[in-house]
């Protein structure tokens, strides 16, 4: 697992197998970079989002890969501070994870949480 600060207090866990699939994404795509937010949404308030961007705005938190960044802009972070991703194979499925302390509670479907 890779631990990626910007600063002393601001952390991102991601697995090697998440880097893998982001590499593996972006394979070919000059400039464009992965990301991962929050939004409004669900039953129970928040859904992560996950894009690329060639934009990197002021208000926008880095995290440096050879291949790549993730961006999280500000707000979305108070939320994602300390969070792990993972990219996880069970069988013929696999699915980007989130394991994040700042979760209070998930709805049944897993499509959204509350903080």
Not at 24 to 51: H, M, P, T, V, W
Not at 91 to 96: F, H, K, M, R, Y
Request: glycine fraction near 6%; charge should be negative; include cysteine.
């Amino acid at each position: 697992m890779t631990t990626l600060e910007n600063t002393i207090n601001n952390h991102l866990d991601v697995t090697e197998s998440a880097i893998g699939h982001f590499s593996s994404l972006l394979k070919n795509k000059d400039n464009l970079n992965i990301r991962i937010g929050i939004r409004d949404s669900g039953c129970s308030g928040y859904a992560y989002f996950l894009e690329f961007s060639k934009e990197i705005n002021s208000d926008d938190i880095e995290f440096n890969f050879k291949q790549f960044k993730i961006i999280v802009d500000k707000k979305s972070f108070i939320f994602l501070n300390g969070t792990t991703i993972d990219y996880v194979r069970e069988g013929v499925n696999s699915n980007l994870t989130f394991i994040n302390p700042n979760v209070s509670a998930e709805c049944g479907c897993g499509e959204s949480f509350s903080i």
